[in-house]
């Protein structure tokens, strides 16, 4: 029990339930004991569960006495950015590096934005640790959070256990940041709407290439006809006959023969005209009737 007489975390008076004499924040009982009536008194409440990413590497190099200076610079952290009527609490009991808050009449969009603010401002401290031969600085230390929402009507366990699959989700994308437990479900939407879309833009690809016009096709008329199918006729028991069967053939198209030249038929001259020479023989053939004999 703190030898405070108000909690450290909500501010109302000791009860049955305990505090973390390292963080004086509640330990998990005592923040049970408190969170199930904070959740049936408000609409909606939201939860955060917040981890230390990779707190042992702090332990191994710094050593546990850091360590517990870094969990002690979080549960401030946790104080100021939060208000006095939410609910901190260290969770998994001692030597644990993860702790609740319960946000009384937040929604999951404020609790994101709240998440967000406790996590900047865990990666803006810097904690002063003693080591052997003075102290050190440790700087840097990021956080996971998840974060689920629930109502009068949603079981405590279930909230918790909503924020700590957030959680697990913010861990698996890379640390460092904040998970929601719809977070599966917002990543779910852009694929089917991808899936739809990809439908639907199939759908408009085969409607486009249906209403293309067909070419049409080249009519028998066009094309000379096939040649007739061979059919074999046999006759039992030993005549076999061979018969073509015959189509009519297209007619062949009309051309003009030039006819031939025969051998004793004149060969137009090919001599040059002299227009004078032409002149002076009708002349002289219109007088020649003139002319003594």
Same mark, same amino acid.
């Given at each position: 029990?703190?030898?405070?007489?108000?909690?450290?975390?909500?501010?109302?008076?000791?009860?049955?339930?305990?505090?973390?004499?390292?963080?004086?924040?509640?330990?998990?009982?005592?923040?049970?004991?408190?969170?199930?009536?904070?959740?049936?008194?408000?609409?909606?409440?939201?939860?955060?569960?917040?981890?230390?990413?990779?707190?042992?590497?702090?332990?191994?190099?710094?050593?546990?006495?850091?360590?517990?200076?870094?969990? +002690?610079?979080?549960?401030?952290?946790?104080?100021?950015?939060?208000? +006095?009527?939410?609910?901190?609490?260290?969770?998994?009991?001692?030597?644990?590096?993860?702790?609740?808050?319960?946000?009384?009449?937040?929604?999951?969009?404020?609790?994101?934005?709240?998440?967000?603010?406790?996590?900047?401002?865990?990666?803006?401290?810097?904690?002063?640790?003693?080591?052997?031969?003075?102290?050190?600085?440790?700087?840097?230390?990021?956080?996971?959070?998840?974060?689920?929402?629930?109502?009068?009507?949603?079981?405590?366990?279930?909230?918790?256990?909503?924020?700590?699959?957030?959680?697990?989700?913010?861990?698996?994308?890379?640390?460092?940041?904040?998970?929601?437990? +719809?977070?599966?479900?917002?990543?779910?939407?852009?694929?089917?709407?991808?899936?739809?879309?990809?439908?639907?833009?199939?759908?408009?690809?085969?409607?486009?290439?249906?209403?293309?016009?067909?070419?049409?096709?080249?009519?028998?008329?066009?094309?000379?006809?096939?040649?007739?199918?061979?059919?074999?006729?046999?006759?039992?028991?030993?005549?076999?006959?061979?018969?073509?069967?015959?189509?009519?053939?297209?007619?062949?198209?009309?051309?003009?023969?030039?006819?031939?030249?025969?051998?004793?038929?004149?060969?137009?001259?090919?001599?040059?005209?002299?227009?004078?020479?032409?002149?002076?023989?009708?002349?002289?053939?219109?007088?020649?009737?003139?002319?003594?004999?």
């Amino acid at each position: 029990m703190s030898t405070e007489p108000n909690c450290a975390s909500c501010g109302q008076p000791h009860g049955l339930w305990a505090t973390d004499r390292l963080t004086l924040l509640l330990d998990r009982w005592g923040w049970d004991d408190r969170a199930a009536a904070v959740l049936r008194e408000s609409k909606p409440t939201s939860l955060l569960v917040v981890d230390v990413d990779n707190f042992k590497r702090v332990n191994d190099r710094f050593g546990h006495v850091a360590g517990d200076e870094v969990l +002690k610079g979080v549960a401030e952290t946790l104080r100021r950015i939060t208000r +006095k009527s939410d609910l901190l609490g260290r969770y998994g009991g001692q030597g644990g590096d993860e702790f609740l808050v319960l946000l009384p009449e937040t929604g999951i969009e404020d609790a994101r934005v709240i998440a967000e603010r406790i996590r900047a401002g865990i990666r803006d401290m810097a904690v002063t640790a003693p080591v052997p031969g003075g102290t050190t600085t440790v700087e840097s230390v990021s956080v996971s959070i998840g974060v689920s929402v629930g109502d009068p009507d949603t079981d405590l366990e279930s909230l918790v256990v909503d924020a700590d699959a957030a959680l697990r989700n913010a861990k698996r994308g890379g640390r460092d940041r904040v998970g929601t437990s +719809k977070e599966h479900r917002r990543r779910a939407v852009p694929w089917r709407l991808a899936a739809v879309g990809a439908c639907v833009a199939g759908a408009m690809i085969a409607v486009v290439t249906t209403d293309k016009p067909v070419p049409p096709r080249d009519s028998a008329a066009d094309h000379p006809a096939a040649p007739p199918p061979f059919q074999l006729t046999v006759t039992v028991p030993a005549t076999v006959t061979a018969t073509p069967v015959r189509t009519p053939q297209a007619p062949k198209p009309h051309t003009k023969k030039t006819p031939a030249v025969r051998e004793d038929t004149p060969t137009p001259s090919t001599t040059t005209r002299c227009v004078p020479c032409e002149m002076m023989t009708s002349a002289v053939n219109k007088m020649t009737p003139f002319l003594p004999h």
